[in-house]
């Protein structure tokens, strides 16, 4: 009796071993949803539907072929943090078109952009609020907008055109206290920067932050810390055509006092500015230009009259004189008509502010 009990015990151990284990095989190896792009039917209602995400979505833990990326310098957009990725379909890459050029992606391609706040009150969470997507149709690019929900579940597509406001309140990285009626632009707002008209032979819509200049920088992969240009190469997802890594002429993060205060500076303006105050951007039509490669001063601004006075600003740049400076005043200006950029933020970064006026005042005195 006791050897036939001592035996079904060592036979019923054996099924739940193996039963443990073949439940724990099944749950290592579930595959993650692949990505649906389907430019016929694209936008879709609601961002899960495109499956860049694996898990909850507001984890925005990118699956399958959706690779994170980060500037060297970010765009300014009311203090909110963003996430960004970048999607190929298999089997593609982009290709190189110059170091301040974005990489010229195929046609499938999806740059993704959330933008949230942390410490978000009175329940110190994380706040998503806004998802843009860019997609690559044979047509070239369209860009979509993705407002978040209440519940944090899902971000719906922005259909009325209209672009809507999002109040948030939160707490800085200093501790201070801020509020914001941050604004979701319509998509005649997002075209008005991502856009360019080479030659005047018609406007394009163009990515602004994924070129070489920006991304000649260090990432910290869930793998590991690595150049991301590098690792776009091993992924697949750059050919051989880029150059050398030393040979990029490359932005720098503003924020990084290590570097030269003139490298802040004019990194800080490239991507803030330089999408509108290029050759072919929106306001092509005035004299400066403030992209990365342009290293004449007075095209940059200095001691150079503005198209269009304001009280105290004689010069777009006032070399030794920040606060008499065209650039710092609109800067500070949350007024429609003086401030600069125009669209995009509602408050004044301030320590974008005193970043330039810095650099500014570190110039010679002589214009006159």
């Avoid at 006791?2 to 073949?22: D, E, M, N, P, Q």
């Avoid at 990285?173 to 005649?188: F, R």
């Avoid at 070129?211 to 750059?238: D, F, H, M, R, V």
Wanted: aromatic share 12%.
């Amino acid at each position: 009796m006791s050897k036939h009990y001592t035996f079904r015990i060592l036979v019923l151990l054996f099924v739940i071993v193996i039963f443990s284990c073949s439940k724990s095989n099944e749950e290592e190896y579930v595959a993650l949803p692949e990505v649906s792009v389907n430019l016929a039917t694209v936008p879709y209602a609601k961002l899960s539907e495109y499956h860049f995400f694996d898990g909850a979505i507001k984890e925005q833990n990118p699956t399958t072929n959706v690779v994170p990326y980060e500037p060297a310098s970010a765009l300014f957009s009311d203090y909110a943090h963003k996430k960004r990725f970048i999607y190929l379909p298999n089997n593609t890459h982009a290709t190189y078109n110059g170091d301040e050029n974005v990489f010229e992606f195929p046609v499938g391609a999806a740059i993704i952009k959330t933008f949230y706040y942390d410490h978000v009150q009175p329940s110190n969470t994380t706040k998503m609020v806004e998802t843009r997507l860019l997609i690559r149709k044979s047509t070239g690019w369209q860009a979509f907008t993705y407002v978040w929900n209440d519940e944090q579940t899902d971000a719906l597509l922005e259909t009325t055109g209209n672009g809507l406001h999002k109040s948030v309140n939160w707490i800085d990285d200093s501790g201070a206290n801020k509020t914001v009626n941050y604004w979701v632009p319509s998509q005649t707002e997002c075209i008005t920067c991502h856009k360019i008209n080479p030659n005047q032979t018609g406007e394009l819509t163009i990515p602004i932050g994924p070129k070489p200049q920006n991304l000649n920088t260090t990432y910290n992969y869930n793998s590991g810390a690595e150049n991301q240009i590098t690792k776009w190469k091993s992924l697949g997802i750059l050919g051989t055509d880029v150059p050398a890594l030393s040979a990029i002429h490359s932005t720098v993060d503003w924020r990084d006092t290590s570097k030269s205060l003139e490298l802040r500076a004019r990194s800080y303006i490239d991507i803030n500015c330089a999408h509108c105050h290029r050759e072919g951007g929106h306001c092509a039509y005035v004299s400066q230009r403030f992209n990365f490669s342009n290293t004449d001063l007075h095209t940059f601004g200095v001691c150079l009259v503005p198209l269009f006075n304001i009280p105290n600003g004689p010069f777009v740049i006032n070399g030794g004189n920040a606060d008499y400076s065209d650039m710092i005043i609109r800067m500070s200006s949350t007024q429609g008509d003086v401030m600069m950029p125009y669209i995009g933020r509602s408050l004044v970064h301030q320590e974008g502010v005193q970043l330039m006026k810095d650099w500014i005042n570190s110039l010679p005195t002589n214009c006159h």
